[in-house]
């Protein structure tokens, strides 16, 4: 069975750093595009970064130069280095199992989140 | 980046039918995903590609799309089908992906 367990969500203050850990069972993470999605309090969907199955990262442009998506592969384990919090960072973060082939990609297994408050 | 457009709300009375749809450039070259997502839960795959339903979701979702449009039918609303949906794509770039904006369905 498919598992994603988030972890590493909390209060930090704005400009600190966190790092989000998406511990995976029932498949291999390397073998996959995983991403990182997040949801502001009673916001919508946004999506973060992704990393595919050969290794290359791509960030929104929200995101792109503060945050790090990365895997090892010893622990099967995806994360989310996040630097220079700001205030519009807090949301839950959610893990995804990404299915992709050519035009055809969906977001196939989500974890349950964790979330991540940036305040003073 | 591009982006995705919902409708904000729908409304649908019980066992009636109700389409959502999601508007984007990007929605030309990829297929739309669709997301259910209910209070205090993740987010659920329920239509995929030209119309596919992952295993477990009911037969009453079906999925469409023409030109830069993407819809979302729910054919015989349940009272459990009220939640929030969202689409999905790559966008125009091809390694970004955007969602939708969001459509909030409410069974009466």
């Known amino acids: 069975e498919v598992q994603l367990v988030e972890s590493g969500g909390g209060l930090i203050q704005p400009g600190g750093s966190l790092r989000l850990s998406c511990a995976a069972s029932g498949f291999t993470v390397s073998s996959n595009y995983m991403s990182w999605v997040r949801q502001a309090p009673g916001k919508g969907l946004e999506w973060v970064s992704v990393i595919y199955s050969g290794g290359s990262t791509y960030y929104a442009d929200s995101v792109k130069g503060r945050f790090t998506i990365s895997r090892d592969n010893s622990k099967n384990t995806l994360y989310l280095q996040m630097n220079s919090l700001r205030a519009e960072d807090t949301a839950v973060y959610y893990c995804?199992?990404?299915?992709?082939?050519?035009?055809?990609?969906?977001?196939?297994?989500w974890g349950q989140g964790t979330l991540v408050t940036v305040s003073s | 980046s591009s982006e995705l457009t919902q409708d904000p709300a729908v409304s649908v009375a019980l066992g009636q039918t109700v389409r959502i749809t999601c508007q984007g450039d990007s929605l030309r070259s990829y297929y739309a995903s669709w997301y259910q997502q209910k209070p205090g839960q993740a987010p659920v795959l329920v239509i995929y590609g030209k119309n596919n339903r992952p295993s477990g979701i009911p037969d009453r979702f079906s999925g469409s799309s023409s030109g830069n449009t993407a819809s979302l039918t729910i054919t015989g609303a349940q009272a459990e089908d009220e939640a929030d949906y969202y689409c999905?794509?790559?966008?125009?770039?091809?390694?970004?992906?955007?969602f939708g904006t969001g459509t909030k369905v409410t069974v009466l």
């Open positions: 999905n794509s790559r966008d125009s770039s091809g390694n970004h992906r955007v």
């Open positions: 995804v199992i990404v299915r992709s082939s050519g035009w055809l990609e969906y977001f196939q297994h």
